[in-house]
């Protein structure tokens, strides 16, 4: 009899520690990992990527270097659709793949809540590509001011001030002393704004802690917006609204980082989601297809004690990884699977490479102790999903290098 087949889609922190998980287990069934890359990159270290205070190659490693070869399949394709139906998946390259048992991890991708001019004149942080891509830019519009002297080209703008873009203004806020001794444009002439819809910063930690890390980003020379919803982008403009006027800034910069929603590949191929995300059932499968998970960013889990779906995360979609490796194991023996428990252990921003600020396991930490504590965090994350010799390869000991 034929082993049976499972499809894993996405090599990110829910996909491969799927794979990572399935592949310890003594199963019979033939293991097929896609992803887009040949490459893992860690999506919450992408800003220190598009500020230029790490490269690329310190956030990414290998597929393969950590699959077992005898055990998993690895396709370098992009997964384009899902047939629930006929149980296939369509693959850009190499057409279609068929599937017993399907896990879905295909992750996040920019939100421009139909905000006109995004996509055309703002640079979003979602992948390595993009994450490079506004690192070159800033480099490039920055050292331009020599030549042409507009005050544009020392205006950034960073839209929405959710954790990514806490997180890479406090990385650029660190590197641009350095760019203006090494590209020779005034310190004192960058501008850097950051604009917020919503009336609050940082509402998933305390007042008192909130206040502290935007303090420090004020302090290095961040200007906020609050409640100032943005209506536009147009070409090295913001458009934005303040107590019911329409205002503008000039900005050569401009970095989207407002929110992210789950992979458009989850709507196109019929599931029923909001968002690109789609409501799981306990054992986080999707209703109707006991054969298909779906997890990580394209998945919403209910947290039964806020009676609101659990934030999208690095944290969850880990643990989902393991949760679904073990269902699967699970179901191959004929065995009922088991629901998804949670219990988010807290959350750490960093503000650059030596302050943070979050919560563990119900405490509250900032400053230097932050940082450490954040970038224990991503070790052990990084850990999960790579090996201790990714850890020593990528020099992730040396944490004030
Ligand atoms: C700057 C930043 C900071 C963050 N900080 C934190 C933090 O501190 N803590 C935390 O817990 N979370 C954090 N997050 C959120 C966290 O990164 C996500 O929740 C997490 O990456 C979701 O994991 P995932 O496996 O679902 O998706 P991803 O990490 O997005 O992985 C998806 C994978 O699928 C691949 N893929 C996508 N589309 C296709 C396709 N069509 N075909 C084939 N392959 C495809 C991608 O290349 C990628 O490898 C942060 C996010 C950002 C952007």
């Known amino acids: 009899m034929s082993q049976p087949k499972i499809v894993v889609l996405g090599a990110g922190y829910a996909g491969l520690k799927t794979v990572k998980q399935l592949q310890k287990k003594n199963i019979n069934a033939e293991i097929i990992l896609v992803n887009k890359n040949d490459y893992h990159y860690e999506s919450t270290q992408l800003h ?39 149980k296939k998946v369509v693959l850009e390259k190499q057409g279609e793949l068929s599937y017993d048992y399907l896990v879905i991890a295909l992750g996040f991708e920019s939100e421009t809540f139909g905000i ?16 490079e891509e506004c690192k070159k830019h800033l480099d490039e519009t920055l050292a331009n001011y020599q030549t042409t ?8 703008v960073v839209c929405g001030a959710g954790f990514t873009s806490i997180e890479y203004l406090g990385e650029i806020t660190n590197r641009i002393p350095k760019l203006a001794s090494q590209l020779g444009f005034p310190q004192d002439k960058v501008k850097i704004t950051c604009i917020e819809a919503m009336p609050t910063l940082l509402p998933m930690f305390s007042e008192k802690l909130g206040s502290y890390g935007i303090d420090v980003l004020k302090k290095r020379g961040v200007e906020f917006k609050v409640g100032t919803p943005i209506k536009e982008i147009k070409e090295n403009t913001v458009v934005y609204e303040e107590n019911g006027e329409l205002k503008e800034i000039n900005a050569n910069t401009i970095i989207w980082t407002t929110g992210v929603k789950g992979s458009s590949v989850i709507g196109e191929s019929g ?91 119900g405490k509250e930490v900032k400053g230097y102790i932050g940082s450490i504590m954040k970038k224990n965090i991503i070790n052990k994350s990084l850990l999960e999903v790579g090996s201790t010799k990714t850890l020593l390869k990528k020099g992730r000991f040396d944490y004030y290098h």
């Open 149 to 156: 002297k507009n005050d544009a080209d020392l205006s950034i």
């Open 48 to 86: 220190e990527v598009a500020a230029g205070t790490e490269p690329a190659s310190k956030i990414t490693f290998k597929v393969t270097d950590v699959l077992d070869s005898k055990k998993v399949t690895f396709i370098q394709d992009t997964v384009s659709l899902v047939k629930k139906d006929e």
């Open 116 to 131: 006109p001019g995004v996509n055309d004149f703002s640079k979003p942080l979602v992948n390595i590509k993009t994450a």
């Open 271 to 361: 599931f029923s989601e909001r968002r690109g995300r789609v409501m799981v059932e306990s054992d986080l499968t999707v209703a109707e297809h006991p054969e298909i998970f779906m997890i990580g960013d394209v998945s919403a889990v209910m947290d039964n004690e806020s009676g609101r779906p659990f934030p999208t995360t690095a944290q969850i979609a880990l643990k989902q990884g393991e949760s679904v490796a073990d269902n699967l194991e699970a179901k191959l023996a004929g065995r009922p699977s088991e629901p998804f428990s949670f219990k988010p252990l807290g959350t750490v921003a960093s503000i650059g490479n030596n302050v943070g600020i979050g919560n563990v396991m």
